[in-house]
């Protein structure tokens, strides 16, 4: 049986075969859930991120999860809020659907994602949640080994913002 929540918490603590990191093009490191998932997991993270050469807005990258209780850590830059006339909406669609598929691939069981761009990368939350558990339900319905998808929201505004998409 699939399954899709929302809850309220740090990505860093989730006990997942892989979480979901918001980096940036550089991989090498950022502020917000990056600069968390970096500080938790310890420098060994750092050092594979280096070798992957960064990764493009929109595709995502699998490394390690050393010190973290997540198996896997998979990276994806969400695109910047440039008012919306940039694929801004594609991309972020891309950000989900390609961590997925790699997580997929890796055999992943459970999942856990960070609210993509919406934080220092400004895409407007009321968007950007929808299109996030759109991409979250398609993939669903057809991956074979994701079965558990779980979205941390690190703020009560967050989370209310993903849970009236489930309403609607
Ligand atoms: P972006 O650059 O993609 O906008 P941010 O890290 O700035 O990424 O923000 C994305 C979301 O992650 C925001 O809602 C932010 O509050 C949230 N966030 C920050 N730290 C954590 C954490 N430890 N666990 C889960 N979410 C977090």
Known sequence: MKSFDII???ITKIKADAI??????TLL???????????????????ECWALHGCA??????????RLPAKYVIHTP???????THHEADLLKNSY??????????RCRTVAFPSISTG??????DQASGIAIHAIREFLAYSLYVEKV?????????KAAYEKVLEK
Request: proline share 4%.
């Open 20 to 25: 979901v990191n918001a980096a940036n093009t």
């Open 78 to 84: 969400g695109p910047i809020w440039q008012g919306g």
């Open 120 to 125: 220092v990368y400004h895409f407007p939350l």
């Open 57 to 66: 807005t929109g595709e995502a990258k699998i490394t390690k999860g050393y």
């Open 97 to 106: 659907m390609n961590s997925l598929g790699l997580a997929d691939a890796h």
């Open 8 to 10: 309220l918490g740090d």
């Open 29 to 47: 490191g950022g502020g917000g859930v990056d600069g968390a998932i970096h500080r938790a997991a310890g420098p060994e993270l750092l050092t």
């Open 150 to 158: 779980t979205m941390v929201c690190f703020d009560e505004v967050t």
